[in-house]
């Protein structure tokens, strides 16, 4: 474990990219919102320590908060869980899933759900662990379910219409994923659980008893790589397609409808994140900028414009308050803050060795005058790093 000393980053830290051909008429919104800082206050960050990976060939592929413990995944099916108050990489529990790499890890209540590389969903119980030795406070995962469940599988085998084709001399039936499910997302009342997948589908499950309510072929024309869902039901996915839909069931129905459709990035979508009320889509893509997307009426998209200063292909994103985090192939991680429709980079995070994949954000603490944020990052250069973030109040 290392300990990394402060540094100061400056408010006007942004840089606008050229834009490639299809987002020349998306303006940029990193430029005139610093105007609104006083000169006198200064962000700053602080590396608060790296935990290195167990080894040289695996990396951190996701990664959660769920209140006091860190969850992490590996991209060779471990899956770890720390205490935030003592990150040590000696002291955390470990459970191996699967084949491959852990993908997406979503949790609710006492479950954690977790996506995988080997086309399926893990269900993980949560209980505390408490080891008096070491004096300290564990978690443990029992493993509950994989999805499909062996149930849904065969009530849905027996009926010939539940088959579909999958691959030119091969058939399954609607609840199998058929390549790596690539991303999670759970709805607010927590009762619906929203996967995605290389197989360009979307699937909805009951989290009460992992049934598979429903299933999206064709959602998408190439690999679906993120899904985010708003507190009013709207379901929001990217592709490799370049393209944003966005879905909803509407009252009396039983089936998710296609709402909208985006086609403003340039190249393939990785990640995508929603503003704290669900108002504001952030997407990022290949094309190495986020767009910001505002929900208008009937649920449809208008962009008002892009962040841009990263230099390569924009993998994640983690939205906490007002604040964006990114995360690139660059190796660098931006925090911008938002306030309406003007955006600034309040800082470029700059330590990791190798590209960043995967990101969450939290509230440290607030005061008057500054607030603090801590934020968790996974790179390909098989490093977690924990950052605390300090920025001044508005």
């Known amino acids: 474990m290392e300990h990394n000393t402060s540094h100061r980053f400056n408010d006007h830290n942004s840089r606008s990219l050229s834009s490639q051909r299809s987002l020349a008429s998306i303006p940029s919104l990193n430029s005139s919102f610093s105007n609104l800082l006083n000169p ?3 962000s700053s960050y602080n590396c608060l320590t790296t935990l290195k990976g167990q080894s040289s060939s695996s990396y951190t592929s996701s990664l959660t908060l769920t209140g006091k413990f860190l969850y992490t995944g590996s991209s060779d099916r471990e899956i770890r869980s720390f205490n935030r108050a003592q990150l040590d990489p000696q002291q955390h529990s470990l459970v191996l899933a699967g084949k491959g790499a852990v993908k997406s890890i979503v949790f609710h209540s006492d479950k954690l759900f977790t996506a995988h590389q080997d086309h399926k969903i893990r269900v993980w119980k949560i209980t505390d662990n408490n080891n008096e030795q070491k004096q300290s406070k564990q978690q443990k995962q029992t493993l509950l379910a994989t999805l499909p469940t062996f149930n849904d599988r065969v009530s849905k085998m027996l009926i010939p219409k539940n088959h579909v084709q999958v691959r ?12 790596t499910v690539s991303a999670m997302a759970i709805s607010k009342d927590g009762t619906l659980l929203y996967s995605v ?3 360009r589908t979307i699937k909805i499950w009951r989290t009460r008893d992992f049934t598979c309510l429903e299933s999206v072929s064709n959602a998408h024309d190439d690999a679906v790589n993120a899904v985010a869902v708003s507190d ?3 379901v929001y996915t990217g592709s490799a397609d370049k393209r944003i839909k966005v879905w909803k069931k509407k009252e009396g129905e039983k089936k998710h409808s296609l709402l909208d459709t985006l086609e403003k990035h340039n190249s393939g979508i990785n990640a995508l994140a929603l503003s704290s009320d669900g108002s504001v ?12 997307s505002e929900k208008g009426e009937n649920g449809e998209l208008v962009v008002v414009g892009a962040l841009r200063g990263h230099t390569r292909s924009i993998l994640c994103l983690a939205v906490v308050e007002n604040l964006i985090c990114s995360g690139s192939e660059d190796k660098t991680i931006r925090i911008w803050r938002g306030e309406g429709n003007e955006y600034c980079c ?3 995070l700059e330590g990791h060795r190798g590209p960043v994949k995967s990101l969450s954000a939290v509230v440290d603490r607030c005061d008057s ?6 934020v968790y990052s996974g ?3 098989c490093d977690i790093k924990v950052w605390q973030i300090f920025v001044p109040v508005l």
């Open 281 to 292: 889509l952030y997407s990022g893509a290949c094309d190495r900028s986020i767009l910001v």
């Open 346 to 348: 309040l800082g470029v």
């Open 369 to 374: 005058s500054e607030a603090s944020y801590l």
């Open 168 to 179: 030119r001399h091969k058939k399954c039936t609607w609840v199998h994923h058929v390549d």
């Open 197 to 199: 997948s290389w197989d």
């Open 379 to 381: 790179s390909l250069d």
């Open 40 to 42: 006198s206050q200064t």
């Open 232 to 234: 009013d039901g709207h």
